[in-house]
């Protein structure tokens, strides 16, 4: 097969270098590369690294900084809108064409922006090893690091199914076991791995601490720094366990936002000594947990460096993230087409700045053939020294030299289909789930539902990618007796709306609203406000109201009044799924909140603090 081919020249080339650097090195093979840990842990690692950087060219270093997308579902044969975006963005037409023309580091794995590189198991692990054969197939080929954003919960990139669907990382922190989190890692890590996936894009490391978070919120395992900080290294610990590399994310700390920087450049205004008290730690327990990779933030942060964004600060990847927090392992940018990069910095500057600041690899350029090269001409004019150069690309090779990939970078298919969605994986993602279920409010007992038949309108908030309130009525239309009824009344909505909710009530049993203030493009105070008038109108109507909030758990400062309110954390079928569970009693909710709630347009005071959970 070719894949052993290409297999074998790698190898052979890797033992080559190994052997003229001694016949110790070269007999330690395998085993000895397969250190584990942060990149490059082991000194052969790097020696060897040191030695194949001699042998590449500068086109092919430069090529080593790059983590590029790649549209379609297989390496060499595309659909034609699959290889129309690959021509616009790269002038190619194919993924193994991408690979072959840059030579890039990594690539990434999206399900969306056009990509569409994943649909199930086989084909998946397929396009990984098309990708790697291309990759191998150059005279000194280099494996890849192959990479997606598998955070579970809001951000995932695995369809569910087949992929287990897990819990997202704040419904782990409801549960405050750092045993949950390892496990729901490790098997995220072991389902990657199983498709050729060797770097995943988490955990979190952000502190959510502020409500109104547009882009972390759910993402983070809570507002605690030092459980946050315990969740994230036993997370860390779970994905190498599971065969995966791990990236604490984003540096030096996104949890305290009122902008996305996907589209704005947010700006923090902690001290020093919040930084350190508040944001560090999940960063510091990571990097002591063995942590591969860090990818930086879009944001300002003045207390450390003023008016420069960190994924561009020497001051911060460098002073702060290399030399005071020691962390030796592959730093990457975060996603460099995002609005917190290109609001200041050209496609011609961005990725020259980002790598001159001290990041390793530089994550989706805006415009690939110009970052590329910007960053040759930047090298052959001495704006960045070789030296500099070097000591990125042997991080960057002795990665993949501790994760075995020259020794072992194709992957088995049909074993692929047999480890993703694995019932043992999917068993032990339930009981994760279940554990996340939070009541936060139970006034008058009107949970667990009495036994007995009832019409239940299912209303609130839902799209198409997220439909919530089918998956809602589905678990609840599955119980003998209970007739569900689905009423979309969309993030913001209108008066009339509200009315025809308030007659479908009437007719109805019980009403479940599926909150969520934090989606959609309206202002989050406008979404909140009318969500809560809807609220506020469901209960004047006589039929028992019991509000499911299913995204941040914040949402109940805008309705206090409501006497039920339960928190899944997530819009996914099985943690609605167990919601539902709760609310008929067939699940004892005993998760915590793992953030403070405070009262709305009242900082500093706490409407249910961190830790409170309601059982039955």
């Known amino acids: 097969m070719r894949s052993d081919t290409t297999r074998r020249q790698a190898v052979t080339g890797l033992l080559g270098t190994a052997a003229a650097l001694g016949a110790g090195a070269a007999a330690a093979g395998p085993a000895a590369a397969r250190s584990g840990g942060a990149a490059g842990s082991g000194s052969y690692a790097r020696l060897l690294a040191r030695a194949l950087v001699r042998r590449m060219t500068l086109e092919e270093k430069v090529g080593q900084l790059f983590v590029v997308e790649v549209a379609g579902q297989d390496a060499d044969d595309v659909t034609d809108a699959a290889a129309a975006v690959n021509q616009r963005r790269y002038g190619v037409r194919t993924p193994a064409d991408v690979v072959r023309k840059y030579r890039p580091g990594a690539v990434i794995y999206f399900s969306a922006r056009s990509d569409d590189n994943l649909r199930d198991a086989r084909q998946i692990a397929r396009l990984s090893n098309g990708l790697q054969r291309a990759s191998l197939a150059h005279r000194r080929g280099v494996p890849l690091i192959i990479s997606t954003d598998q955070e579970s919960g809001l951000v995932q990139r695995l369809p569910t199914p087949p992929a287990t669907e897990l819990p997202g990382s704040m419904a782990l922190g409801a549960t405050y076991s750092t045993a949950d989190a390892h496990r729901a890692a490790e098997i995220t890590g072991r389902e990657l791995a199983a498709l050729g996936i060797n770097q995943n894009y988490a955990p979190v490391a952000d502190v959510n601490v502020n409500p109104d978070n547009p882009v972390i919120g759910l993402r983070s395992y809570g507002a605690d720094p030092q459980q946050v900080a315990r969740m994230v290294a036993a997370a860390v610990r779970g994905q190498r366990r599971g065969g995966v590399a791990s990236a604490a994310k984003h540096f030096p700390g996104h949890g305290d936002t009122g902008q996305d920087s996907h589209y704005l450049l947010p700006r923090i205004e902690h001290t020093l000594e919040q930084i350190h ?340």
């Open 277 to 616: 008290e508040l944001d560090l730690p999940p960063f510091r327990a990571a990097i002591a947990a063995g942590l591969d990779t860090v990818m930086t933030a879009h944001i300002l942060v003045p207390a450390l460096d003023d008016g420069v964004p960190a994924t561009m600060s020497h001051r911060i990847l460098t002073g702060l993230l290399r030399e005071e927090l020691g962390f030796d392992g592959l730093i990457v940018t975060d996603a460099l087409d995002m609005g917190g990069a290109t609001s200041q910095y050209p496609p011609e500057r961005a990725s020259v700045a980002a790598f001159t600041a001290g990041a390793d690899m530089l994550v989706l350029p805006p415009e690939m053939d110009v970052a590329y090269g910007s960053v040759l001409a930047a090298v052959r004019g001495g704006e960045i020294g070789a030296r500099r150069l070097e000591e990125s690309v042997v991080r960057i090779l002795a990665r993949k030299i501790d994760e075995g990939l020259y020794f072992g970078p194709f992957v088995d298919e049909h074993r692929a289909e047999r480890i993703v969605g694995d019932a043992g994986h999917v068993a032990d993602a339930r009981a994760l789930t279940g554990r996340a279920v939070t009541l936060v409010k139970n006034d008058a007992g009107l949970l667990p539902l009495a036994a007995g038949a009832r019409r239940v309108l299912v209303a609130g908030w839902q799209t198409t990618s997220a439909p919530a309130l089918d998956r809602l009525a589905t678990a609840v239309g599955a119980r003998s007796g209970q007739s569900p009824t689905v009423l979309a009344t969309g993030g913001t909505p209108a008066q009339s709306v509200i009315d025809a909710a308030v007659a479908a009530a009437r007719t109805h049993d019980l009403v479940l609203v599926g909150a969520n203030a934090a989606a959609g493009a309206e202002p989050v105070a406008e979404r909140g406000a009318a969500q809560a008038a809807l609220v506020r109108a469901l209960l004047a109507s006589g039929t028992p109201v019991v509000v499911v909030a299913v995204r941040n758990p914040y949402d109940v400062r805008r309705f206090p009044e409501a006497p039920a309110y339960l928190c899944t954390y997530g819009t996914g079928a099985g943690v609605l799924g167990r919601a539902v569970d709760a609310l008929y009693g067939d699940l004892r909710p005993t998760g915590r909140l793992p953030v403070a709630i405070p009262e709305l347009g009242e900082p500093g005071t706490e409407l249910y603090p961190l830790g409170h959970g309601l059982e039955y």
